[in-house]
């Protein structure tokens, strides 16, 4: 089995391409789901937020995101402080995920922040998607109300596109061409891959 990411900046469309390999019978992880998942459940982290960020980062047993957010947003060393203590439990539930019996011939994590937070490693394929940025802009403004402004300070901490496209496997352009059956030579590539592996 072949360990997948797919990554993306901000509004490329990596959900979509997710979703489309899901409905392609492939399983996905989603990075933002289960992280906020663990920073809900998992004791430890849960212990290691109040630390760093104060006991009003949680309401009673719920992550207070805004408060978090707020915090986070537009500070680049506490957003490097929060992600130095979210991802190592968020890579060990990756590596638990991968290693879970599938009768499959590779599995897929949805992540924003593959090669921010250096985690090509884990990985036997990357597929990157992509879209020029006014289009991304575009896309998370009609989809979050979010001004220009917010959302290029959301884009500065992400690598820069050119090096991602350099370090991709796979190329999902999301602008210019149909998605579905980019997808699909992917997904038979993959399979390819898999059983001569």
């Known amino acids: 089995m072949l360990k997948v990411a797919i990554t993306g900046g901000i ?3 990596k959900s979509m391409a997710s979703n489309i390999f899901k409905i392609l019978g492939i399983e996905i992880y989603n990075s933002d789901v289960k992280a906020r998942m663990l920073m809900s459940q998992n004791s430890d982290l849960i212990t290691l937020l109040k630390a760093n960020f104060g006991d009003e980062a949680y309401n ?4 207070n995101s805004r408060y978090i957010s707020d915090i986070v947003f537009g500070n680049s060393a ?3 402080k929060l992600n130095s203590i979210v991802h ?17 011939n590779y599995k897929i994590v949805e992540s924003a922040i593959i090669f921010e937070n250096n985690l090509e490693h884990l990985f036997d394929y990357i597929i990157v998607v992509y879209a020029p940025k006014y289009i991304r802009i575009e896309r998370v403004k009609n989809r979050e109300y979010n001004t220009t402004k917010s959302i290029n300070t959301r884009i500065k ?3 820069d596109d050119k090096i991602k496209l350099q370090k991709a496997d796979f190329i999902i352009k999301n602008h210019n061409k149909l998605i579905v059956p980019q997808i699909i030579e992917i997904h038979n590539k993959l399979k390819n891959l898999s059983n001569h592996g």
Request: proline fraction near 3%; charged fraction near 15%; charge should be positive.
């Open 60 to 63: 009673g047993k719920f992550l």
């Open 157 to 159: 901490n992400q690598l």
């Open 88 to 104: 190592p439990f968020v890579t060990k539930d990756i590596n638990n995920w991968f290693s879970e019996n599938c009768n499959c």
């Open 11 to 13: 509004g490329s469309g």
């Open 78 to 80: 506490k957003l490097q």
